[in-house]
């Protein structure tokens, strides 16, 4: 091999290989003596004078003691390093395998970003882990094609990722040259672009431009990136997944109200859900909206809460009324049983408790109606009584068949209604 544009003569065996039309020149260099400078890599990757490819891959056998058994030392068609390559690692993990270096099973592989994990078997489909990511508070950036801008999302997979979603992907014309990126001091060293479109749930499609490459059939890094931005968000415990929504913003801002947000878990959801829709929420408009709690163990059909709203003008707000109807109905069941222990004024107080939960639920206002009045303000309590009765008669039926032992201010409100 003796590429035009360099200057003396380098004998190497070399393999062919892609993920996904995303394509590399492997350098087996078991016994790490091969020195990759960047004009080699260039001349390796130029697709006239060359063999051609989007990147190299140069495969190393590592020390006893290191951290994997393999080293991928992997750089850019133009011969700058690159922190991680998901492609080409996928690659390499199916060359070790084939050419018997490696079991099938899971294969470590040490990086630049630290050691990575691919999983194969003798043939057939490769996936590796490609680690935590980040989502660095760049402030606004942009990427712009021509005279066209849009907003981007920054992600590092560690290598830099700048996504943005545009109407279509010809939107980013040729992608012969880089898309600009502002303010420049977002990417001082370059990052990838991704340009993204959705096609439906849980389904998006991208053009990518990678740095020190150009355009490219694909890209594992940015695949990665697309589906995170296209809406993934991982907390602590948590993690936030949206799609069709009208900014890029919106899982951050879901999470972001997770968690700063107090109370039980549902509470905590309903105020994720509240955040989600004060940033812009689905592009589609409203349209439903849906709450589930479970057990953490046992059998997850029990469901602690289990809410849904479906077409409606405003379903984050009637889930809001539900949960908060639920939990009224609760404290009401909670009352029922001290009111059948005979614990009368704890009824009472829980009683009116869920009335001012719901205060719109006229059995609510009903139960609550009697409570007061047990409490001794009957005028105040026979006036609750009698506003849910204006909401629903049936109420002053079912005061006249209450006993003195579960009513006991149920004579009393019935003597102020009749005006004694």
Known sequence: MRPRSYDHRVDVAFVKGHGTENDF???PD???????TPGLVAAICDRRAGIGADGVLRVVRNRAGSAAPWLMDYRNADGSVAEMCGNGLRVLARYLVSAGLADPGQV???TRSGVRLARLAESGDVTVELGAYERPDLGQVQIRVGARAWDATAIRMPNPHLVAFVEHLDDAGDLRVAPGVEPGTAAPDGANVELVVHRGPRHVAMRVFER??????SCGTGAAAAAIAAGHVAGEHWACQANMMARATVPDAMSAAFAAAGGDLAERLMIALEGAEAEGGDVRGRQSAALLVTPAQGERWQARMDLRVEDHADPIAELRRLLALQRAYELAGEADELMGAGRMDAAAEMYLRASGLAPQSDELLFWAGLAIAQRGDVA???DAVRRAAKVHPGWLTLLERLSPEFAPAGEAVRRELRGR
Not at 30 to 36: G, S, T, V, W, Y
Not at 212 to 217: I, S
Request: glycine share 14%; net charge negative; no cysteine.
């Open 25 to 27: 020149v492997l350098l």
């Open 30 to 36: 078991l016994a790490d003596r091969l020195e990759l």
């Open 108 to 110: 470590a592989i040490e």
């Open 212 to 217: 020190g490459v150009g355009e490219t059939r």
């Open 380 to 382: 105040a309590g026979a």
